[in-house]
């Protein structure tokens, strides 16, 4: 039987992951992308970053996106969570101070979840680092739901 989730085993879910998929419309199509994110659940937003194409160039004229995220262990048992909300492009120090709360995030995440060592969390930052200038950006949540089947 599939049922509704309460509010915080959706916040749950999203605080205890960090891949989902991003969807957004472009040229009235919609796209979904897999992405890694942080979820900040006192302040309810996502940040994410990119490099400058395609989405960040759709999202920027459509500013209505959401994020999902599953976590699947059957056909038979799943639970799935939908954040709806705005993208919110960061930019200067401010994008700084977010992209240091994203890897913070990620690293004591993927500490926590999958017991890997910091250095493939050096090796993740490094790549953060290196891009051309990332566009971090925030999912302003509007609103969350979520769903599960046991």
Same mark, same amino acid.
């Given at each position: ?6 509010q915080?085993?959706? @916040?749950? +879910? ?5 891949i989902?998929?991003?969807?957004? +419309? ?5 796209? %979904?992308?897999?992405i ?22 759709s $999202?920027?004229?459509? /500013?209505? +996106?959401? $994020? %999902?995220?599953?976590?699947i262990f ?28 994203? @890897? ?5 995440l ?16 490094s ?5 051309? /200038? ?7 949540? *509007? *609103? +969350?739901t ?5």
């Amino acid at each position: 039987m599939i049922k509704s989730l309460e509010q915080k085993r959706c @916040s749950e +879910i999203l605080k205890n992951n960090y891949i989902g998929y991003l969807s957004y +419309i472009s040229g009235n199509r919609p796209y %979904t992308v897999p992405i890694t994110y942080y979820y900040n659940d006192e302040e309810d937003y996502i940040i994410c970053y990119s490099g400058n194409g395609h989405k960040v160039k759709s $999202m920027r004229k459509q /500013t209505s +996106i959401c $994020m %999902t995220v599953a976590e699947i262990f059957s056909n038979n048992k799943w639970q799935s969570v939908m954040a709806h909300g705005e993208y919110a492009e960061i930019d200067g120090g401010t994008a700084k101070l977010y992209l240091h709360e994203f @890897s913070l995030g990620i690293k004591n995440l993927v500490l926590k979840k999958e017991h890997k060592d910091l250095d493939y969390i050096s090796q993740f930052s490094s790549k953060i680092y290196n891009m051309e /200038t990332p566009i971090v950006f925030l999912l302003k949540i *509007d *609103d +969350i739901t979520g769903k599960m089947k046991s």
